[in-house]
């Protein structure tokens, strides 16, 4: 083409062009804002703005709540202030998605037992980066259905029992980490301490792997413990730009190689010795032989290839499951750990109960308690009121949440006046905090009462589906059990030596009346990572 064949555009012409752009998009939005403002009409929900939607309140409850805390407080403040109902309807268009907040046991479990509605898109693009595509936290349909029934043999609970005896030996490693605090004296972050613990025991479960990261470092933790810095506040709905710097995105794509390479080696090495009894020294199979079985039931004949390697795509996907797996199986697990010894601190009745619990059962010796747990570890399941110490702590910080997607078939039912109610188009929460909080279904929510949990609580029976920390349906915690069984060993091997005493600040701010309120790291972090003392226990 020679030039004189441009066509030739004068300024006017291309600020016409520029000014068409500008208006089709501006015809655009304002057409999705009218849409968008319409679809509230008669939903319940706080006072709505024909304009502005629920903006403005957004912003008058940012002003009343500090910059960093998790969602959970959201939608709890608004409930509180707007003196809302059952379930509502929250429409921030276009900061963030609009989105129905669940606040009943009953309309909880229409969405996610009756109904089982999908994990919502936002799910997937946020955790993909972090935990690869495949990630079985946000699939949905059939990848997430596969990924469910291949590795759910390996949560059975007679197979996790198996982990138990290695478990033993981490949590007296903490006990002795414990034990050099509790002398030092010095304040530390009890939840990093105890993320330490619990990433050691997701290595005995998900790799059957001694990661040591209590006594050291290892490079798998290093790169998860960079990966979990990558996903915190600032890459979430409070600092938006963050999540676009390029370079930033670089580094994590960089550090998930490690990852990645460190754990596909590891598939590898299983791979090429199918014969050879992978087994640490506890003798239990680990997710990486759970998931080199079905390989080798289903996929190894028909997909490998010549060269003899594994089929990629089955190899991409369980890297990508066993990084779920470490992850969710330590950051909540961590989080629950500091959170028991927090309340336990400022509720000395319940305290003295568990340790007095755990002295009947096994007598007041350590080293004789982790010797029992290890020739029986069913031993755990005697453990009520530890158990219910566990679940009120959960109650009341819940960690972890669902975030799912509405359907145009899938319609909540107000359970007081059969009124049904869309969840098409809205991001949908069911809440456990602000159900935990509820005093229909807790009374005297803000107390800390283990018993409740009991079979002679005095108030009446729980509704199915108002406790639901590891939420509840299909979509349940796959290691609810895991987790349980991790902090039963912990309480019955450290709480009776030793007892903790936080260390806020008089200035510090508090949320719901807590300093240690919850703050959005991806899950719900202690703020300020649970800081205090070690104090030994001389008498219980
Ligand atoms: C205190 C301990 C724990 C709490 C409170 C907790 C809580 C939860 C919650 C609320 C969900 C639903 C999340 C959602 O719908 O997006 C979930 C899912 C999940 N959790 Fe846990 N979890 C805990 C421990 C664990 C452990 C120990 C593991 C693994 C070893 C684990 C692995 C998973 C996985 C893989 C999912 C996704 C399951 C699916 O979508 O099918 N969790 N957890």
């Given at each position: 083409?020679?030039?004189?064949?441009?066509?030739?555009f004068s300024w006017r012409q291309a600020a016409t062009a520029v000014a068409a752009i500008v208006l089709t998009l501006l015809a655009r939005?304002?057409?999705?804002?009218?849409?968008?403002?319409?679809?509230?009409?008669?939903?319940?929900?706080?006072?709505?703005?024909?304009?502005?939607?629920?903006?403005?309140?957004?912003?008058?409850?940012?002003?009343?709540?500090?910059?960093?805390?998790?969602?959970?407080?959201?939608?709890?403040?608004?409930?509180?202030?707007?003196?809302?109902?059952?379930?509502?309807?929250?429409?921030?268009?276009?900061?963030?998605?609009?989105?129905?907040?669940?606040?009943?046991?009953?309309?909880?479990?229409?969405?996610?037992?009756?109904?089982?509605?999908?994990?919502?898109?936002?799910?997937?693009?946020?955790?993909?980066?972090?935990?690869?595509?495949?990630?079985?936290?946000?699939?949905?349909?059939?990848?997430?259905?596969?990924?469910?029934?291949?590795?759910?043999?390996?949560?059975?609970?007679?197979?996790?029992?198996?982990?138990?005896?290695?478990?033993?030996?981490?949590?007296?490693?903490?006990?002795?980490?414990?034990?050099?605090?509790?002398?030092?004296?010095?304040?530390?972050?009890?939840?990093?301490?105890?993320?330490?613990?619990?990433?050691?025991?997701?290595?005995?479960?998900?790799?059957?792997?001694?990661?040591?990261?209590?006594?050291?470092?290892?490079?798998?933790?290093?790169?998860?413990?960079?990966?979990?810095?990558?996903?915190?506040?600032?890459?979430?709905?409070?600092?938006?730009?963050?999540?676009?710097?390029?370079?930033?995105?670089?580094?994590?794509?960089?550090?998930?190689?490690?990852?990645?390479?460190?754990?596909?080696?590891?598939?590898?090495?299983?791979?090429?010795?199918?014969?050879?009894?992978?087994?640490?020294?506890?003798?239990?199979?680990?997710?990486?032989?759970?998931?080199?079985?079905?390989?080798?039931?289903?996929?190894?004949?028909?997909?490998?290839?010549?060269?003899?390697?594994?089929?990629?795509?089955?190899?991409?996907?369980?890297?990508?499951?066993?990084?779920?797996?470490?992850?969710?199986?330590?950051?909540?697990?961590?989080?629950?750990?500091?959170?028991?010894?927090?309340?336990?601190?400022?509720?000395?009745?319940?305290?003295?109960?568990?340790?007095?619990?755990?002295?009947?059962?096994?007598?007041?010796?350590?080293?004789?308690?982790?010797?029992?747990?290890?020739?029986?570890?069913?031993?755990?399941?005697?453990?009520?009121?530890?158990?219910?110490?566990?679940?009120?702590?959960?109650?009341?910080?819940?960690?972890?949440?669902?975030?799912?997607?509405?359907?145009?078939?899938?319609?909540?039912?107000?359970?007081?006046?059969?009124?049904?109610?869309?969840?098409?188009?809205?991001?949908?929460?069911?809440?456990?905090?602000?159900?935990?909080?509820?005093?229909?279904?807790?009374?005297?929510?803000?107390?800390?009462?283990?018993?409740?949990?009991?079979?002679?609580?005095?108030?009446?029976?729980?509704?199915?589906?108002?406790?639901?920390?590891?939420?509840?349906?299909?979509?349940?915690?796959?290691?609810?059990?895991?987790?349980?069984?991790?902090?039963?060993?912990?309480?019955?091997?450290?709480?009776?030596?030793?007892?903790?005493?936080?260390?806020?600040?008089?200035?510090?701010?508090?949320?719901?009346?807590?300093?240690?309120?919850?703050?959005?790291?991806?899950?719900?972090?202690?703020?300020?990572?649970?800081?205090?003392?070690?104090?030994?226990?001389?008498?219980?």
């Amino acid at each position: 083409m020679f030039i004189s064949e441009f066509p030739s555009f004068s300024w006017r012409q291309a600020a016409t062009a520029v000014a068409a752009i500008v208006l089709t998009l501006l015809a655009r939005f304002l057409f999705k804002l009218v849409k968008q403002r319409r679809r509230m009409r008669g939903l319940p929900g706080p006072p709505y703005h024909p304009v502005f939607g629920h903006l403005l309140i957004a912003a008058k409850m940012a002003a009343a709540l500090p910059p960093d805390v998790h969602p959970h407080h959201y939608w709890y403040w608004l409930r509180k202030e707007y003196n809302l109902g059952d379930f509502y309807y929250f429409d921030v268009w276009p900061v963030g998605p609009p989105t129905l907040i669940i606040c009943n046991a009953e309309v909880a479990e229409q969405i996610t037992v009756k109904s089982s509605l999908d994990k919502h898109p936002m799910v997937k693009s946020f955790l993909k980066q972090h935990l690869g595509v495949n990630n079985i936290a946000a699939a949905n349909g059939a990848v997430w259905k596969k990924a469910r029934t291949i590795y759910n043999p390996g949560f059975a609970v007679s197979h996790l029992m198996t982990a138990i005896p290695t478990i033993v030996e981490d949590v007296l490693t903490f006990h002795d980490i414990l034990s050099k605090f509790a002398e030092s004296q010095e304040v530390i972050e009890l939840e990093a301490v105890a993320m330490k613990l619990s990433f050691d025991v997701i290595g005995r479960l998900v790799l059957d792997m001694e990661l040591g990261s209590q006594r050291g470092s290892n490079i798998l933790v290093d790169a998860f413990r960079r990966q979990i810095n990558y996903m915190s506040s600032a890459n979430t709905w409070s600092s938006p730009l963050e999540g676009m710097n390029p370079l930033r995105r670089y580094a994590i794509s960089q550090n998930s190689k490690i990852i990645d390479r460190f754990l596909g080696d590891e598939l590898d090495r299983r791979f090429a010795n199918p014969d050879e009894k992978v087994l640490g020294k506890s003798g239990q199979r680990s997710m990486l032989e759970v998931a080199m079985d079905t390989y080798n039931a289903e996929v190894r004949d028909a997909s490998s290839d010549s060269s003899g390697a594994m089929d990629p795509e089955f190899r991409q996907s369980a890297i990508d499951q066993i990084r779920t797996f470490v992850f969710a199986g330590h950051d909540t697990v961590s989080t629950l750990i500091s959170m028991i010894f927090y309340f336990l601190s400022k509720i000395p009745e319940a305290r003295k109960k568990a340790c007095e619990e755990l002295d009947n059962i096994f007598g007041p010796d350590v080293q004789a308690t982790a010797a029992k747990i290890q020739e029986d570890p069913y031993i755990l399941n005697r453990l009520v009121f530890n158990h219910a110490v566990m679940k009120e702590t959960l109650r009341l910080f819940p960690p972890a949440n669902t975030v799912r997607v509405g359907s145009p078939d899938i319609f909540i039912t107000d359970p007081v006046t059969n009124e049904r109610y869309p969840t098409y188009d809205w991001c949908v929460w069911p809440d456990s905090y602000v159900l935990g909080r509820d005093e229909r279904y807790f009374p005297k929510p803000e107390a800390f009462m283990p018993e409740r949990f009991l079979p002679e609580s005095p108030f009446s029976s729980i509704p199915a589906g108002a406790w639901r920390p590891f939420e509840r349906g299909p979509r349940n915690c796959i290691g609810s059990e895991f987790g349980t069984l991790e902090i039963k060993v912990v309480l019955a091997l450290t709480l009776r030596d030793f007892e903790f005493e936080p260390a806020y600040d008089k200035g510090d701010v508090t949320v719901d009346g807590e300093p240690c309120y919850q703050m959005l790291m991806l899950s719900a972090k202690p703020k300020k990572g649970c800081p205090g003392r070690i104090k030994k226990m001389t008498t219980r």
